[in-house]
């Protein structure tokens, strides 16, 4: 039954990376909650599409195609088959699972590039990029490295030795490629040249009284994290940013001068969103349906991230939708802090990490769901122990909840012939009408000794 007081809500989690396995941490930042969010809106009777798919462009995946050297298109088949089985495994219960290098969100992004570029929303703009002469290629991202050029607040150089061409890891900024000290080519081992080029650019800065307005409109609704980080970002002042890249993974733009160029991932990989929720409408033969959710201004749009995606999607996302004009921006955007991993992060490099298809391999996925749910780092991070799962599993679910369902069911078998009772007027009407208040002793005896303890908050 639906509730028809209720207008359409649209939720959608953040694409996971198509570069690796989905881990605890994941789950527990843009996954699990939105899930929890969504079986409470279906409960009610709401109509509610419930979107996600694999993010398969970007750098990190052309670098890892190479370091096995397979093709990136073997990477995203790996990882979008793995990640997407893995949730159905937990119970993730989405809509539609879709993935970035279909041609429907190609044609999707190439419609926004193309309307915000005859809009004359789009800038050009010539750079000076680093080039890999010997490989023949322009080094964009992490395909360079080099030492950090930032000072900290206590006035000490960061110099890290292997910061990215796009962030230090040490440090945590964003880097300036031209700037690192000592730059290599990651391809080559070699000195990159410095050579001119041409890019599109998204013009955040002339969004930057709309963007303040709805940040503001939202505060004291969204998260203390999320507005801080919005305002912070604001506050520095919005600048143009590039939407392409010189490269041959993502999605191409045509040029005219027949060099190489694909969308940049910041700003294709949100519109995935829109075009998982057309091949959503597509695949049920309403191919139009998919504007109801988008494009209807009493749509309510929840937008699930981790605090790594607050800018993407409270500030870039909006920018790029209200260029666009005629959709729904996020309600609210809901983005956990990170979990931990018994006091450390994950970390995929460091081997710091349990995938969530390893956990399915071992344990059912209620356990885990629960023993998140009560977990989630939602206003600070938090750590996933296994001792704490295994009392959450053990004394918990076993002990109390499955102690209170073996009583029920054996009371129902034993007055009431195994059938659920019409309901009474009251607690007592039923207590009352029990032979006995208090249950068999030899129920409470299945387990073990843990069972003492659980055994004063069931006894009626
Ligand atoms: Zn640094």
């Given at each position: 039954?639906?509730?028809?007081?209720?207008?359409?809500?649209?939720?959608?989690?953040?694409?996971?990376?198509?570069?690796?396995?989905?881990?605890?941490?994941?789950?527990?930042?843009?996954?699990?909650?939105?899930?929890?969010?969504?079986?409470?809106?279906?409960?009610?009777?709401?109509?509610?599409?419930?979107?996600?798919?694999?993010?398969?462009?970007?750098?990190?995946?052309?670098?890892?195609a190479r370091e096995e050297g397979v093709s990136p298109r073997d990477i995203i088949d790996r990882y979008h088959r793995r990640n997407k089985?893995?949730?159905?495994?937990?119970?993730?219960s989405f809509d539609n699972y879709s993935r970035t290098s279909l041609p429907i969100h190609h044609e999707t992004a190439l419609e926004f590039?193309?309307?915000?570029?005859?809009?004359?929303?789009?800038?050009?703009?010539?750079?000076?990029?680093?080039?890999?002469?010997?490989?023949?290629?322009?080094?964009?991202?992490?395909?360079?490295?080099?030492?950090?050029?930032?000072?900290?607040?206590?006035?000490?150089?960061?110099?890290?030795?292997?910061?990215?061409?796009?962030?230090?890891?040490?440090?945590?900024?964003?880097?300036?490629?031209?700037?690192?000290?000592?730059?290599?080519?990651?391809?080559?081992?070699?000195?990159?040249?410095?050579?001119?080029?041409?890019?599109?650019?998204?013009?955040?800065?002339?969004?930057?009284?709309?963007?303040?307005?709805?940040?503001?409109?939202?505060?004291?609704?969204?998260?203390e994290n999320v507005l801080q980080q919005c305002r912070s970002w604001l506050k520095e002042g919005l600048e143009d940013r590039p939407i392409?890249?010189?490269?041959?993974?993502?999605?191409?733009?045509?040029?005219?001068?027949?060099?190489?160029?694909?969308?940049?991932?910041?700003?294709?990989?949100?519109?995935?969103?829109?075009?998982?929720?057309?091949?959503?409408?597509?695949?049920?033969?309403?191919?139009?349906?998919?504007?109801?959710?988008?494009?209807?201004?009493?749509?309510?749009?929840?937008?699930?991230?981790?605090?790594?995606?607050?800018?993407?999607?409270?500030?870039?996302?909006?920018?790029?939708?209200?260029?666009?004009?005629?959709?729904?921006?996020?309600?609210?955007?809901?983005?956990?802090?990170?979990?931990?991993?018994?006091?450390?992060?994950?970390?995929?490099?460091?081997?710091?990490?349990?995938?969530?298809?390893?956990?399915?391999?071992?344990?059912?996925?209620?356990?885990?769901?629960?023993?998140?749910?009560?977990?989630?780092?939602?206003?600070?991070?938090?750590?996933?122990?296994?001792?704490?799962?295994?009392?959450?599993?053990?004394?918990?679910?076993?002990?109390?909840?499955?102690?209170?369902?073996?009583?029920?069911?054996?009371?129902?078998?034993?007055?009431?012939?195994?059938?659920?009772?019409?309901?009474?007027?009251?607690?007592?009407?039923?207590?009352?009408?029990?032979?006995?208040?208090?249950?068999?002793?030899?129920?409470?005896?299945?387990?073990?000794?843990?069972?003492?303890?659980?055994?004063?908050?069931?006894?009626?």
């Amino acid at each position: 039954m639906t509730d028809q007081a209720s207008p359409r809500i649209l939720v959608t989690s953040a694409l996971p990376y198509a570069n690796g396995p989905v881990h605890l941490g994941h789950l527990a930042g843009a996954y699990l909650p939105a899930d929890i969010f969504v079986r409470y809106q279906r409960l009610r009777g709401r109509d509610v599409v419930f979107i996600c798919g694999s993010d398969e462009h970007g750098v990190s995946i052309l670098l890892s195609a190479r370091e096995e050297g397979v093709s990136p298109r073997d990477i995203i088949d790996r990882y979008h088959r793995r990640n997407k089985e893995a949730f159905e495994k937990i119970g993730m219960s989405f809509d539609n699972y879709s993935r970035t290098s279909l041609p429907i969100h190609h044609e999707t992004a190439l419609e926004f590039f193309h309307d915000l570029k005859e809009q004359g929303v789009l800038k050009k703009k010539k750079e000076k990029q680093l080039y890999d002469e010997k490989a023949g290629m322009f080094l964009p991202d992490r395909f360079v490295m080099g030492t950090c050029y930032h000072v900290r607040s206590d006035g000490t150089q960061c110099e890290y030795t292997a910061a990215y061409g796009d962030q230090c890891e040490q440090c945590g900024n964003s880097i300036d490629p031209l700037k690192l000290i000592d730059p290599v080519s990651v391809l080559t081992g070699t000195k990159p040249a410095v050579r001119e080029t041409t890019h599109w650019y998204f013009p955040l800065g002339d969004y930057q009284e709309r963007l303040e307005q709805y940040v503001e409109e939202h505060a004291g609704v969204w998260r203390e994290n999320v507005l801080q980080q919005c305002r912070s970002w604001l506050k520095e002042g919005l600048e143009d940013r590039p939407i392409t890249r010189d490269l041959d993974w993502g999605v191409p733009v045509p040029t005219e001068d027949g060099s190489k160029k694909v969308l940049y991932v910041w700003f294709e990989a949100v519109l995935g969103y829109i075009s998982s929720t057309k091949e959503w409408a597509a695949k049920q033969e309403t191919p139009e349906l998919w504007k109801e959710y988008w494009c209807k201004p009493d749509t309510r749009y929840f937008a699930f991230i981790g605090k790594d995606n607050i800018v993407f999607h409270c500030l870039m996302f909006p920018a790029i939708l209200m260029a666009k004009g005629g959709y729904v921006l996020p309600e609210n955007v809901p983005a956990n802090e990170f979990l931990n991993l018994e006091g450390q992060k994950f970390s995929k490099s460091r081997h710091w990490t349990i995938d969530l298809e390893e956990y399915l391999e071992n344990f059912p996925p209620d356990l885990l769901r629960y023993a998140l749910a009560l977990n989630f780092p939602e206003t600070k991070d938090t750590d996933f122990y296994w001792k704490d799962f295994q009392a959450r599993s053990n004394n918990e679910l076993a002990d109390i909840l499955g102690n209170f369902i073996n009583r029920t069911v054996h009371f129902a078998h034993k007055h009431f012939q195994g059938r659920v009772p019409p309901p009474a007027n009251s607690t007592n009407a039923i207590v009352n009408s029990l032979p006995c208040s208090r249950p068999p002793r030899r129920v409470l005896h299945s387990r073990t000794k843990d069972v003492a303890s659980a055994r004063g908050s069931v006894e009626p």
